[in-house]
């Protein structure tokens, strides 16, 4: 039995009924748009990929040499906002009981059709081997310079895992959300390779962020369960912890969230510097989307002052990260938003508090900041025109991307490449750390 009209096909396979709902005209089960994230440990891979039509239950073929296993997962629709309401299928599949630091290969898909065979390699065991990571923020569809190097890198595996700290495609809802189908296409092959790790920025925000929150999937280690806003994760020496600073300016989607996560943070932070996880993962690294600490002129140099209220300080209404990071003695927070490449003397409420002068990031006072904005969109990068502040260190206007390198439980490397000077190092510094204890501490015990 089956009944054809314009726009909806009704057809009975196998006693299955499928509506298939045309999208621009056509009909497509085919897989695209193919993304890996980091699951629950490293013995877990998350695949999650985009069809226009429902396509039954979703599956990953995967193994060592040939593709003798498979994993299940979920499909969830997902309507756009847009006055077109697109609809499209967001499928879901965590593979597990992976071997650590062992290359696979794997193609997604269901019975109605298969992506290519991609691979990747799932991080090591243990905290004691040297993670690489490429980390930016604001890469867009249109002026993505970096886009061919990361693309590169990733395949020949240069990088653990990637991070991209909020700002994408320009935006992801754009043109209903057609923009972020084709940048979701666009960092496929670095994706399908690499696990891609994602924070939210504040281009993320129309429809409370659906877009985000529907395309990504983002693991929280210890719950096991997705939560794009704020999660944390480990590679190696390293625990993660990823958050929104949106909750902080789009207060119209409520503010209880932002009151939860900052409860989720306290927790995570507590649980994370206990002296038995500390030992194991010295290092802490925040990941957020809008710096901290800024003085630009873009978006505007109020905006930069706001933020000292709404989230460095905190107040009545906003509850403020900087003292918790200082508390909790978080090595390394990166940043994006503003359009450049900064790196900060180390800082604590606007006072550098340098290791010593001709050191300052050997075992600094208070936590190391980078802003690495300058993946490249068509917003172009920021000259800024106001003098460089007496916190910031370093600030590099070309396009590009970070590589942070952590060596072992005292030495964390990071470099910037500029896309435009043929991916020379433009910056690198050493944060070494002989004692990962809350600075605070450490300062009583100094005195
Ligand atoms: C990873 O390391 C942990 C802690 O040493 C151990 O309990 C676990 O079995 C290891 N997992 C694998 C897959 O090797
Ligand atoms: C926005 O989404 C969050 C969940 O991500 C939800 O808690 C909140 O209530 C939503 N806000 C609105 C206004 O719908
Ligand atoms: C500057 O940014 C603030 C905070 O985001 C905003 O309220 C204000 O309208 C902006 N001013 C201009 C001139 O864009
Ligand atoms: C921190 O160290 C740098 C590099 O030596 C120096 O230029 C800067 O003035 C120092 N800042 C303070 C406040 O000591
Ligand atoms: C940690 O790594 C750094 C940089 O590679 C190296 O110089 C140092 O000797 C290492 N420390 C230990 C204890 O292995
Ligand atoms: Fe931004």
């Known amino acids: 039995m089956y009944f054809v009209s314009l726009f ?77 309401a697109r609809s499209m299928f967001i499928h879901r599949v965590t593979m597990k009981n992976l071997v650590p630091g062992q290359t696979y290969i794997y193609h997604v898909g269901s019975e109605f059709g298969w992506s290519p065979i991609f691979w990747f390699t799932t991080i090591k065991n243990g905290s004691d081997w040297s993670p690489r990571l490429a980390i930016f923020g604001d890469l867009g569809n249109d002026n993505a310079k970096t886009l061919p190097r990361l693309q590169e890198d990733a395949q020949s595996g240069q990088f653990d895992a990637i991070i991209h700290v909020g700002d994408f495609a320009y935006n992801l809802d754009t043109d209903n959300a057609r923009v972020g189908d084709q940048f979701m296409r666009q960092i496929e092959p670095i994706a399908a390779y690499v696990p891609y790790m994602t924070a939210v920025g504040n281009h993320e925000q129309a429809y409370n962020f659906s877009n985000y929150v529907n395309r990504f999937s983002m693991v929280d280690s210890k719950t096991g369960e997705i939560n794009n806003h704020f999660y944390s994760y480990d590679v190696g020496p390293v625990h993660f912890i990823t958050f929104s600073t949106e909750f902080y300016f789009f207060t119209n989607y409520g503010r209880s969230q932002l009151h939860t996560q900052f409860e989720w943070i306290k927790n995570d932070l507590i649980e994370a510097t206990k002296p038995e996880n500390r030992a194991l993962r010295p290092w802490i690294v925040t990941i957020g989307h809008r710096a901290m600490y800024c003085n630009l002129h873009f978006p505007n140099y109020t905006e930069c002052l706001n933020r000292q209220t709404n989230f460095r300080k905190g107040d009545s209404e906003f509850p403020g990260l900087e003292d918790l990071f200082y508390q909790y003695g978080v090595d390394l927070e990166i940043w994006a938003h503003e359009h450049l490449y900064e790196r900060l003397w180390p800082i604590y409420d606007e006072q550098v508090y340098n290791g010593s002068l001709s050191e300052p990031y050997t075992n600094p006072g208070a936590p190391v900041h980078i802003t690495t904005g300058s993946a490249g969109c068509y917003e172009g990068i920021e000259y800024n025109v106001m003098e460089q502040a007496e916190w910031s260190a370093k600030r590099i206007y070309d396009y590009g991307f970070s590589i942070v390198t952590i060596h072992n439980s005292t030495h964390l490397s990071f470099e910037q490449l500029s896309a435009e000077k043929g991916h020379k190092v433009v910056d690198k510094f050493t944060l070494i750390k002989d004692n990962h204890d809350s600075y605070e501490t450490r300062k009583l015990t100094s005195s």
């Open 8 to 84: 909806v096909l009704f057809a009975t396979i196998n006693g299955l009924v499928l509506a298939s709902f045309e999208q621009d005209g056509v009909v497509s089960q085919q897989p695209e748009q193919v993304h890996l994230s980091l699951g629950s440990n490293p013995s877990e891979m998350v695949a999650t990929w985009t069809t226009f039509n429902s396509a039954g239950q979703p599956i990953v073929e995967y193994g060592i040499k040939k593709l003798d296993k498979t994993a299940k997962g979920q499909s969830t629709e997902f309507v756009d906002g847009g006055s077109e």
